[in-house]
């Protein structure tokens, strides 16, 4: 069974202090793994889809990377608006189109 | 576009009534989704469809809970008879194949009295 672990659970950052949140999976054949961030009340937002390890992407202050075991989002020089739970979730080869998710990490970046 | 539409986006009702959540994918999108999020389990599938096929219904907790998609621009998600445990946020969200990301809409929070 595909399962996907996000840590910390939660992090409290101040404005401009990088950090990286991280993203451990198992799955039987890594079809791609997404980033998403979720605002209080929405949907969760796709940000970045990864599909083989090394592959990097970037996105203003976030970077995707992936190994073959886990993928770190790495936030650098944070702002408040960044404040937000992301979510990590993987998708199988096989056929099947299922995302599993992980818990999510909830970044609060204080000013 | 609008995006994935929901509606509603909340409903409260009281144990034992019928419920029903409704989803509007996005145009051209082959594939739907629908999920629930709760603050334990967080975002678990219920049932996906291709081509408006149910394809993995697995995650459907048991048979008070069904879902239709009569045709590409429509879906519902019925639970009848309503429990308080079924309180939680529903998304559903479409896919254009194999590989990309969601579009998740706004989501439905359900509270069951």
């Known amino acids: 069974e595909d399962q996907v672990t996000q840590s910390p659970e939660a992090l409290r950052l101040q404005e401009g202090e990088s950090s990286s949140l991280n993203c451990s999976y198992t799955?039987?054949?890594?079809?791609?793994l997404f980033w998403y961030r979720q605002d209080p009340g929405k949907g969760p937002e796709f940000l970045f889809t990864?599909?083989?390890a090394g592959e990097e992407k970037e996105k203003e202050r976030l970077k995707a990377t992936l190994t073959k075991k886990e993928s770190f989002l790495h936030i650098t020089a944070p702002k408040p608006e960044d404040s937000a739970t992301y979510l990590c979730a993987v998708q199988s080869q096989g056929g099947s189109e299922k995302l599993v998710f992980g818990k999510g990490t909830k970044l609060t970046v204080n000013p | 576009d609008a995006g994935v539409i929901q509606s509603p986006r909340h409903e409260v009702t009281e144990m034992g009534q019928e419920v029903t959540l409704r989803c509007k994918p996005i145009s051209g999108h082959n594939s739907l989704f629908w999920y629930r999020q709760t603050m334990m389990r967080g975002l678990e599938l219920l049932i996906y469809?291709?081509?408006?096929?149910?394809?993995?219904d697995s995650g459907m907790p048991e048979d008070r809970f069904s879902a239709k998609m009569p045709n590409a621009s429509f879906s519902t998600l019925k639970i009848q008879p309503s429990e308080p445990r079924d309180s939680a946020v529903y998304f559903c969200a479409s896919s254009l194949s194999q590989g990309y990301g969601y579009t998740f809409g706004s989501g439905t929070r359900l509270t069951v009295v």
């Open positions: 990864l599909y083989s």
């Open positions: 799955v039987s054949g890594l079809r791609g």
């Open positions: 469809f291709n081509n408006n096929v149910p394809i993995d």
